[in-house]
């Protein structure tokens, strides 16, 4: 249910990516900026990974914090989409806390914290997570580590546009032209939960 529900997402038409924004087919596209993993990337990749991070095996409440479908594709700076690249995401719940050894703070145990996803033959990939919220110190932001199959790896941060990011230190390394190219924009999405959003980002890796 939870696997054909995401599918469906990633089938939809894509309001983001060259053609969208009007880029000739020949031009390069700029490179997703890469960020820091951070300290909470997991120590044992756990057994519930897939892409709804809203709920978690064997446990029947969803988790805390607004619905979030987010989808896009992943492609070469020559705009080609990469199939099969593995798309790692992971954040902290609700809470503001990471589902890390590291993190001994109270936590929503109706949250997965960490999911992956394998993009389709187009570079599709989607996930439903919650919109991610601040904690001490940084601004709220989703962690991703991507891996095209021919080699090409990603990681990075995005961040939600609206949100306060001034001095944050990790965004602070970035240029503001680099900055801007890790924001996307919430909208509210019908037809699903209440106040359930959605979100477009194409990732750009180095091809």
């Given at each position: 249910m939870r696997?054909?529900?995401?599918?469906?997402l990633a089938l939809l038409p894509l309001a983001v990516g060259?053609?969208?924004?009007?880029?000739?087919?020949?031009?390069r596209l700029a490179p997703t900026?890469?960020?820091?993993?951070?300290p909470f990337y997991p120590r044992t990749i756990p057994a519930?990974?897939?892409g709804d991070l809203t709920r978690v095996a064997g446990r029947s409440e969803a988790a805390q914090g607004k619905p979030l479908y987010l989808r896009g594709v992943v492609k070469s700076t020559g705009g080609a989409p990469l199939p099969e690249t593995v798309v790692e995401l992971w954040q902290c719940d609700a809470l503001g806390r990471y589902h890390h050894a590291g993190d001994a703070?109270?936590?929503?145990?109706n949250f997965q914290g960490y999911g992956r996803v394998m993009a389709d033959g187009e570079g599709r990939y989607s996930f439903k997570t919650i919109r991610p919220v601040a904690y001490s110190g940084r601004p709220p932001h989703l962690h991703f580590k991507l891996a095209a199959s021919g080699g090409s790896a990603l990681t990075t941060?995005?961040?939600v546009r609206g949100d306060a990011t001034e001095g944050d230190g990790v965004l602070a390394t970035l240029s503001r032209d680099a900055r801007a190219r890790l924001v996307m924009t919430l909208t509210p999405l019908a037809g699903r939960e209440a106040d359930a959003l959605t979100a477009e980002f194409d990732f750009i890796l180095r091809v």
């Open positions: 696997r054909s529900l995401l599918a469906g060259t053609a969208a924004s009007g880029q000739s087919p020949t031009a900026p890469t960020q820091t993993e951070g519930d990974r897939d703070t109270p936590q929503d145990e941060q995005l961040y």
